[in-house]
Every structure is written in structure tokens, then in C-alpha cells.
């Protein structure tokens, strides 16, 4: 999996560096609600993470980004949760803008390290998920600027075995 | 401008080169997810919503014959205090599978001379015990009859033995209930399960010996049991007022005996008791379980000690009084009416509104429910423009003239759907 993170990585700064391309770049604060389910019992976490993403477009209306955030923990059942990282790379489609507004979609893959302590016992530590993710979000710009955006999103991290890890964010986008 | 051009086709297609080869690496990696600690994860959820703060593993004996099993339960303190059986949630393992195995149930076989660790957890929670598989030799079996006294009543059951092994160079007795082999030389009289458990069924005296074979020598206990005929007093079946059973459909009784050696106490004794339908219109298994046949009144009768297969018949001890049930056909839900069952509403425009009523109808055409406004029915308006519906209380609404259908459509409990419509000519 590792090659080919990288690999897609590699891909990303060829294009980059072959052409004079459009890049952006963005920050977004984020709520990532996490459901795990056992049989009857279930709970659910909500954390907070700030995250970033650079990327570039190769297409009009198509790109590529990079994603990245870290958060802090939630608690239910006396079970605290904690988002280490999550870092992902998505496939970036946008739909004309109409009046200054936009929808788009990322497609992608990523990674995200959870911490769980139950009941201060420190167990069972840390666990990675990584999943194919999907979503979407809208876009705005501020203050008529064509340069800034403001966007609402929501994304699908992870959803195997009775885990599901879903984002939803509010960011700014700034492109160069 | 032909440069130009060259320049933006070669982009183009590497661009839109490198954008496949990034979705084909996303399609790709989308079959590897998974995780590295959600089983983990899950079980710390588990043990949080049930309250568990520590787990113990239990069994019955620390040191057991090779080639035999021995039951493992793992009991969790859960925060209320009250003691759960965890077995089927934790982990099992042991600490040699060669010298014992484990399986997911908590059933372990021994298969080697040797000493292993059998170890449940759950999350950060574990408890272990020690297992001896030995070698050693059988050299004799007593029975203790836990709480089961010299003397019982008829039709008795629940009543539980328990096999004691005392093995060479062992100062204390191994429970060998399950792996002896456990027989009563009077099964008309009282019968015992492989688990050591006796069921009485007349009065009458009673050997049971619990026997396990030691390198080809036999090794037996045995224990007497005297069942007094006069102990039963009486049996009553439940339930014994308005039972009514469809046919097709069951209903369980229960027979409860009462005995003058355990005053104050009933005791359930469906399993041991001889059960009877009066006729053909219901069926009585051996076990209380009625099943309605066909339409007509049939009587039930728990009874005790009794063969009425011999010649002479030998009568009951014991016999409860009649249950009276009655067979019926099962009513079914089988349609539905708007405005009994009119095909059409003729109204004036003026009028402004009609309220439409429904009826349940019942395969025995009695009490037609209304379920003009029950939350079961949902009106639609499923045909024409002249009409509109607000809310789901049947009030149609005219708009202009001309002619709508309205429909009701109900779903019962059991997920029967019936539904009905009707004209409404506006005028």
C-alpha cells in the first residue's frame, strides 16, 4: 500500500513539475464523527481536527489533492478517542461555477491512526484504517475574490466491519 | 500556432495520463482496506456497553484425564455487580494447542500429558487458569446427590448427581459427571441423562451407577433413590382459563405439581408429566406443546405414574384438572373499505370537503375496525386533479370538478396489506 501511496505521490509532482499548473491550497476545521459497532453495543466519538490540503489542477475542473489533518478526542462509554493523523490523496472533480458557486467531489484513498484509551486503561492504543474515500462538498467565493474560496464539505474515510469514519468541515481554499 | 498547439495536445495526453493512472491507483488500493486494530476497537466498545471491569475463568476441575473435554465459562463482574457469562464473547486460548486445544466455545480437549494455561480475554481484560492433562489412573467413583434427598416424589426432574474420580496419588476428587457413563437399573421408575440429571416417573426404588472404563478396568459408583408414590399431591396446568388455540398455531402448558415433602412450593414438572387431549380437535406433545387441529372444544390433563398402554391400564397417581381450549379457525384480515365498500362519492363543489371512512374486514366478518385515521393507513390521492388530501384522516378536499380516486393502503402487525379506493365525483 505504501508504493502505492507513493507511486500516486510521484505521479502528483511529475505533473507538477512539467507544467506551470494551478495549484492550491487550503485549511479546514473538521468534525469527524466515528461510529464502531459491536453486536448491540455502539458508540460514537466526535472528534475535532484541523486539517490542510494542497493540490493542483491538471484539467479544468479536475485535480489532484493531498489532505493531512490531526485532531484532538472525544469521549462515550469512558472510552476517549483520538485522531492522530489522517492523510489521504483524492481525485478533485469540480462542476462549472454558477454565481460564484460551485459543487465538487473528491475521490480518493487515506489513511487515519486512531487512538482509543478505555477507561484510562491506555488499551487498546493505537490502530490504523485506510480505506477508498468519497464525498463532496460546495464552494464559494469570498468577497469576490477569485482567488479565495470558502467551502463546506463531507467525506466518507472509512466503512468496513461496523466502522464507519465520516468527516464534515468547514475551509478555506486559496488558489496561486 | 501549430507549435502551440502540438504543445497543448501533448499535455493533454499526459495530463490525462497521469489522472488515469491516479484514479486506476485509487480503484486499486479501494480493494485493501481494512485495519489493523478494529477487532480491538469493537471488543473495548463491547466491554464498556456492558459494564465489565473484570473477567474470571472458571471450570470445573484444575486436573483432568487425556483424550476428554472439560467446559471453561468466563464470568464477567460487570459494574452492577451481577455476574454475567461472558464465554461466548471472549477470546480462548491455550497455552500449548499440542497439549490441549481450545475451541471458540470455551471446550477444551486434552490430547497430551502436560500442564497448560487456558486464557480468555476480551479488550485489555484477560483471566487464565491452569489445565493438568494427566495420566493418572482412576481408582474409584463416589456420587454426591447434590440437592437431591434419599426420597422424592413422582414425576420429579432437575434433581442433579455428581460423579467424584478419586485418581492414584490425588488428594482431591476430580468432578467426572460428564465423562462417566451414567445408568439406572429401573428407567420406568426414574431415568438419569448423560449429565448425571434424573427425572422420577412412579414410585418405586432405584440403583443409578455412574461407570468409567480405567486401562480396561471398570471403575463404578452407584447411589440408591427411593420415589414415593404418595409424595404428589397435585397438579394444576397452566394457563387453565379462556385458552383458546388456532388451528395450526401452539400454545405451551406448563404442569406444576405440589408435593408434602416441599410445602409452600410448586414445582415445574412439564418434562416428567403424561400429557392428554380429550380428542382429535387438539394435539398435546410429550413435552406440554398443544397444537390446534381442527375446529371444537378439547380438554387437557397433566398426570403422573400412569400407563395406560398395559393391560390392565394402569391408572395415574396423579391427575390435574381439565383445561378446557377451544380450536378456533384463525381470523385473518382480508380486506379493507372505504365508505363500506361503495365504488363511488358524489359531492357538490360547494361543499368544499368529505370525510371518507375505512373498515378493517375480518375473515369472519366480525368487528370491521375503523382505520380511518390509524397510523397504519396512508390516503393517497392516486388518480385526477379535482381532489387533495391534508393530512391522513380521509378528509378529501375538492379543488374543482371532476372525478379522483383516493386511495387507502393499511400494513397489520403481521405485514398483511390490504388496500381499497373509491371514486370522488365532484360536481
Known amino acids: 500500500m505504501i508504493k502505492k501511496g507513493l507511486l500516486a505521490v510521484l505521479l502528483m509532482s511529475q505533473c507538477m513539475s512539467s507544467y506551470a499548473l494551478d495549484l492550491y491550497a487550503g485549511i479546514d476545521a473538521n468534525y469527524i464523527f466515528t461510529e464502531i459497532e459491536e453486536g448491540d453495543a455502539s458508540a460514537e466519538f466526535t472528534p475535532a481536527a484541523l486539517g490542510g490540503r494542497f493540490g493542483a489542477y491538471l484539467e479544468k475542473g479536475v485535480g489532484i489533492e493531498l489532505y493531512g489533518m490531526t485532531g484532538s478526542d472525544d469521549e462515550d462509554l469512558d472510552i476517549d478517542l483520538s485522531i492522530n493523523y489522517m492523510l489521504g490523496l483524492a481525485a478533485r472533480f469540480e462542476t462549472p461555477e454558477s454565481e460564484g458557486g460551485k459543487i465538487y467531489f473528491l475521490l480518493g484513498y487515506g489513511i487515519t491512526e486512531l487512538d482509543m484509551d478505555r477507561s484510562g486503561s491506555g488499551e487498546p492504543g493505537d490502530a490504523t484504517f485506510h480505506d477508498f474515500s468519497y464525498g ?12 479565495l474560496f470558502i467551502n463546506l464539505q463531507a467525506i466518507r474515510y472509512y466503512a468496513q466491519d461496523d466502522i464507519q469514519i465520516d468527516g464534515a468541515s468547514l475551509g478555506l481554499r486559496f488558489r496561486f | ?36 486494530g478494529d477487532d480491538e476497537f469493537k471488543e473495548a466498545v463491547k ?9 474470571e475463568v472458571i471450570s470445573d476441575n484444575s486436573i483432568v484425564e487425556i483424550g476428554v473435554t472439560e467446559v471453561y465459562q468466563a464470568i464477567s463482574n460487570a459494574g452492577t455487580s451481577t455476574e454475567n457469562d461472558v464465554t461466548s464473547l471472549v477470546r480462548w486460548s491455550s497455552s500449548n ?39 493418572a489412573l482412576l481408582e474409584s467413583i463416589s456420587i454426591t446427590r447434590d440437592d437431591m434427598p434419599a426420597t422424592v416424589g413422582e414425576c420429579t426432574n432437575g434433581y442433579q448427581m455428581i460423579a467424584n474420580g478419586n485418581y492414584e496419588d490425588e488428594a482431591t476428587p476430580r468432578n467426572i459427571t460428564n465423562i462417566v457413563d451414567w445408568t439406572s437399573d429401573e428407567p420406568e421408575v426414574a431415568t438419569v441423562t448423560d449429565e448425571g440429571e434424573v427425572a422420577t416417573l412412579k414410585g418405586g426404588s432405584v440403583i443409578f451407577t455412574a461407570s468409567r472404563d480405567a486401562e ?7 447411589t440408591n433413590l427411593t420415589v414415593d408414590r404418595d409424595l404428589l399431591t397435585s397438579i394444576v396446568v397452566t394457563p387453565d382459563t379462556d385458552v383458546v388455540v388456532f388451528i395450526g398455531a401452539s400454545q405451551q402448558f406448563k404442569a406444576l405439581g405440589t408435593y408434602s415433602d416441599l410445602p409452600g412450593e410448586t414445582i415445574d414438572i412439564t418434562d416428567t408429566v403424561d400429557w392428554a387431549s380429550s380428542d382429535e380437535h387438539l394435539e398435546v406433545s410429550t413435552k406440554g406443546l398443544a397444537e390446534g387441529i381442527s375446529e371444537g372444544n378439547s380438554d387437557v390433563t397433566a398426570s403422573c405414574a400412569g400407563d395406560l398402554t398395559t393391560t390392565p391400564p394402569i391408572d395415574p397417581t396423579v391427575i390435574s384438572p381439565a383445561v378446557s381450549v377451544s380450536v378456533e379457525t384463525p381470523v385473518i384480515l382480508e380486506d379493507i373499505a372505504i365508505n363500506d365498500g361503495e365504488e363511488f362519492e358524489e359531492v357538490d363543489l360547494s361543499e368544499l370537503s368529505v370525510q371518507l371512512r ?70
Request: net charge negative.
Open chain 2, 97 to 135: 494447542d499440542t497439549v490441549v486445544s481450545i475451541n471458540s466455545s470455551g471446550v477444551a480437549t486434552t490430547l497430551s500429558e502436560g500442564v497448560v494455561e487456558i486464557r480468555a480475554e476480551i479488550a485489555d481484560l484477560n483471566s487464565s487458569k491452569d489445565l493438568n492433562a494427566s495420566p
Open chain 2, 216 to 222: 480396561g478396568v471398570p471403575v463404578t459408583g452407584s
Open chain 2, 47 to 55: 466491554v464498556n456497553y456492558l459494564n465489565i471491569t473484570s473477567i
Open chain 1, 136 to 147: 463532496g462538498g460546495v464552494e464559494f467565493r469570498l468577497g469576490g475574490s477569485d482567488k
Open chain 2, 1 to 36: 500556432m501549430l507549435e502551440y498547439i502540438e504543445s497543448f495536445k501533448q499535455r493533454l495526453k499526459t495530463r490525462s495520463t497521469v489522472l488515469f493512472a491516479l484514479l486506476v491507483s485509487i480503484i486499486s488500493l479501494s480493494a485493501c482496506g481494512g485495519s489493523d
Open chain 2, 358 to 427: 375505512a373498515n378493517l374486514v375480518y375473515s369472519d366478518g366480525s368487528n370491521p375496525k375503523d382505520v380511518t385515521d390509524d397510523e397504519d393507513s396512508t390516503w393517497e390521492v392516486t388518480d385526477g386533479t379535482a381532489t387533495l388530501l391534508l393530512g391522513n384522516e380521509g378528509k378529501v378536499f375538492f379543488t374543482e370538478r371532476g372525478t379522483s380516486v383516493i386511495s387507502i393502503f393499511y400494513t397489520d402487525s403481521d405485514g398483511t396489506k390490504v388496500s381499497d379506493d373509491i371514486k370522488v365525483i365532484v360536481n
